[in-house]
């Protein structure tokens, strides 16, 4: 369904009769919102009632007759709904359900609410006992629209895990049970960067936006171009980041001056410009792919855009790797997701690090180069497999050696992702700025890490330079 469903669901929630029942609901993304439901941060028994009410709808919505495609503002459901709302009070609530706050991430407040297998009053037993609920953040810089449309659809790839509803501010997910987030430490082994390699390739090849709406707004309109969104929200967050003369604090305010943001925005033009040069040569030659990279252009694809550490959960007893969070997920060149990664070794995004990077955890040129020969021969096996079901043969893994093909073109990769790295110091570093200006740096310093990104922007220049 388009992401204007929720606008629309939001518009149809105002209505006199709607607008003081925080059990009105609509079906959008085949899972339940409710746009007039809010959740608090700092009161936890609102969490677990909004995280109760969107189990007992989605799996209402599981349970109904025809494999929860219900009308949407199904009035049974939403009967259904009123009156086990109203048989379960608070007290019950609370002493069924625990809710702890989940550490790691600095956009969003997210809290692990578990119980479910005790609730005997669901429509259906769950076969969960718990689930994540994310409380947005970053507000006014993450269309949360589209955001959660995106997040829908890769779920419905299987290539993020579970999405069962949206409230007003926030929405629920299903918890990864035996899965923890990586630690720096995870990194130093080398089997598990292949790991994630692998996965970044699966993310890369198999999914497809559906058509409509949702990829019009990731890869535009024209037919056989895929739009790239990196360089208008790069001068976009550049613009945002320009227009503050003040911060939340007068130290925050000289901090943000230090870091010569003029200085920047001329980096940014510069970056832009040679880009805009570039496509038009492209163009000239009747190469419709846009390129920053010289002779040979880089591969656009759906892209994570975020992978750092707390992103990339691994099961310790299978080793599996699941990557989440992609809500700065989208069309972009797979060099630069590779690039973001490798920065992301460094770190600097906990509470802990609070915006500090450790930079000498940088990966070295060779774990770069293994990491793009195994997403290279990720890629082959993964193509491989879908050429087999388009020709309705058995899918059979192909198996891919190692050859100098294969290196040739992990390498062609490599040289882009090097440029990428500093295309990343940028684009986070203006994040930065920006959430600072929004947030504050009470409880993450984000002007520190801005600082940081931005000076090791130009440490990556003057080495590029100086090759």
């Known amino acids: 369904m388009p992401p204007s469903d929720y606008?629309?669901?939001?518009?149809?929630?105002?209505?006199?009769?709607?607008?003081?029942?925080?059990?009105?609901?609509k079906v959008v993304d085949y899972q339940p919102y409710f746009p007039n439901l809010s959740v608090s941060a700092s009161d936890i028994s609102s969490v677990k009632h909004a995280a109760l009410v969107l189990v007992y709808s989605s799996l209402l919505l599981r349970n109904s007759n025809n494999g929860g495609q219900i009308d949407n503002?199904?009035?049974?459901?939403?009967?259904?709904?009123?009156?086990?709302?109203?048989?379960?009070s608070s007290a019950e609530v609370s002493s069924e359900l625990s809710c702890t706050k989940v550490t790691g991430g600095i956009t969003n407040a997210l809290f692990r609410v578990s119980g479910f297998l005790s609730i005997n009053s669901l429509p259906v037993p769950a076969d969960f006992?718990?689930?994540?609920?994310?409380?947005?953040?970053?507000?006014?810089?993450?269309?949360?629209?589209?955001?959660?449309?995106?997040?829908?659809?890769?779920?419905?790839?299987?290539?993020?895990?579970?999405?069962?509803g949206r409230f007003s501010n926030g929405r629920i997910e299903g918890w990864l049970d035996g899965y923890h987030p990586l630690q720096n430490q995870d990194l130093a082994d080398e089997s598990t960067s292949l790991e994630i390699a692998k996965e970044m390739a699966r993310l890369h090849c198999l999914f497809q936006l559906p058509e409509g709406e949702l990829r019009d707004h990731h890869c535009g309109t024209e037919l056989d171009v895929i739009s790239v969104g990196l360089w208008d929200q790069l001068s976009s967050w550049m613009e945002q980041a320009k227009g503050y003369s003040e911060f939340k604090t007068a130290n925050d305010t000289e901090r943000a001056r230090a870091l010569q943001l003029d200085k920047i925005e001329t980096e940014v033009k510069t970056i832009i410009q040679s880009f805009a040069a570039q496509v038009e040569e492209e163009n000239d030659s009747g190469d419709s792919t846009a390129s920053i990279c010289g002779s040979s252009k880089p591969n656009v694809v759906f892209c994570h855009n975020d992978l750092l550490l707390a992103n990339i959960m691994r099961n310790k007893a299978t080793g599996h790797i699941q990557l989440i969070d992609f809500e700065y997920g989208g069309s972009n060149y797979a060099a630069f997701d590779m690039a973001n990664h490798f920065n992301e070794y460094a770190g600097g995004t906990t509470t802990q690090d609070n915006g500090v990077p450790d930079y000498t955890r940088f990966p070295d040129s060779e774990r770069q180069k293994k990491?793009?020969?195994?997403?290279?021969?990720?890629?082959?096996?993964?193509?491989?497999?879908?050429?087999d079901i388009t020709d309705n043969d058995d899918q059979k893994e192909m198996v891919v050696e190692e050859d100098e093909d294969i290196m040739k073109e992990a390498i062609e990769l490599l040289s882009h992702v090097q440029k990428f790295i500093l295309v990343?110091?940028?684009?986070?570093?203006?994040?930065a700025v920006n959430q600072a200006a929004e947030e504050g740096c009470d409880e993450f310093d984000y002007l520190t890490y801005a600082s940081n990104r931005f000076n090791e922007y130009y440490v990556k220049k003057s080495e590029w330079e100086a090759k």
Not at 9 to 24: A, C, F, G, V, W
Not at 424 to 431: A, D, E, I, S
């Open 7 to 25: 606008i629309r669901t939001r518009e149809l929630s105002q209505e006199p009769s709607n607008s003081n029942d925080e059990s009105y609901f």
């Open 129 to 164: 006992d718990s689930v994540l609920v994310r409380i947005f953040g970053a507000e006014g810089m993450i269309d949360r629209d589209i955001e959660t449309s995106t997040y829908a659809a890769l779920c419905h790839a299987d290539i993020a895990y579970k999405y069962m």
């Open 73 to 88: 503002g199904d009035a049974e459901h939403q009967k259904r709904l009123t009156n086990f709302l109203a048989q379960v």
């Open 371 to 387: 990491f793009c020969v195994e997403y290279v021969k990720m890629t082959k096996r993964l193509e491989s497999m879908k050429s």
């Open 424 to 431: 990343n110091h940028l684009y986070w570093g203006l994040w």
